[in-house]
Structure formats: structure tokens, C-alpha cells
């Protein structure tokens, strides 16, 4: 059995929290985040990897305040937010891909080469 992902937030204190829908792909090879950014831009969302974890940063435009608008209630957060996602095997960080398509952020975030599991057959030789 695989050991979960651990998500760690990491802004104590703050209701506004980036939520995530992880899983593997069916091959194992790799694993799927998806992240609902509504609104934001590419080029307001950072994303960091290491070998064992995989921070996703927003940093959004903030509206001018003298757009004109008098707001009765505010909801959606317009604060820079942050998450760590911390992985149960080492990641291969130079193939993580990233794409922003209808305001959900789609990370696939593959195992290093090493973690993956593999079936090895008796008799073949060895490279």
C-alpha cells in the first residue's frame, strides 16, 4: 500500500487555504494535482519542487482600490497563499509539468526513476 501524500499548510491562522485533489496515475508512475485558482493568472502562481515536496504559491493581482465598486460582501480571497505537498517517494523534479486550463491548476508530478516500482524477471540479463 502506498503512503499518502502528506498536504502541509503553511499559513497558520489563515481561513483562505489552497485545497487539492491528488492521485496516481494508473501506471503508479506519477502523481496528479488538482487545484482550483479561479481567476489567477499563470503568471501569479509559483511552483517549487524538491525531492520530496512540491510547493504551490499564489500571489494574486490586487484590484485598484478606486475601481469604483462598493462592495456588500467579499468571499473569494485576493491574499497570496501558499502549500506544501509532501511526497511519500523522491519526485523527479526536472519533468514536473504544470497547465491552467478553466481555473484549475493541473500539476502531474512524476516518481524519480528510482522510486517507481518495477517487476524484474528471472533470466534477464542485467544493464
Do not use: C, H, W
Not at 487555504?17 to 479561479?38: K, M, N, R, S, W
Not at 509559483?46 to 468571499?75: C, H, N
Not at 506544501?84 to 516518481?111: H, Y
Amino acid at each position: 500500500m502506498t503512503e499518502p501524500i502528506r498536504p502541509v499548510y503553511t499559513e497558520p491562522g489563515n481561513n483562505a487555504q489552497l485545497v487539492a485533489d491528488i492521485y496516481e496515475t494508473a501506471g503508479g508512475e506519477a502523481y496528479v494535482l488538482e487545484i482550483p485558482v479561479p481567476g489567477l493568472k499563470p503568471e501569479e502562481i509559483v511552483i517549487e519542487a524538491d525531492a520530496y515536496s512540491l510547493t504551490v504559491s499564489t500571489d494574486p493581482e490586487r484590484a485598484a482600490p478606486d475601481s469604483g465598486r462598493k462592495y456588500i460582501q467579499r468571499e473569494q480571497s485576493a491574499r497570496p497563499m501558499s502549500r506544501l505537498f509532501e511526497f511519500p517517494v523522491e519526485i523527479d523534479t526536472d519533468n514536473v509539468q504544470a497547465g491552467l486550463e478553466n481555473g484549475i491548476l493541473k500539476i502531474r508530478v512524476p516518481k524519480a526513476a528510482a522510486a517507481r516500482r518495477r517487476v524484474i524477471r528471472v533470466g534477464q540479463a542485467a544493464a
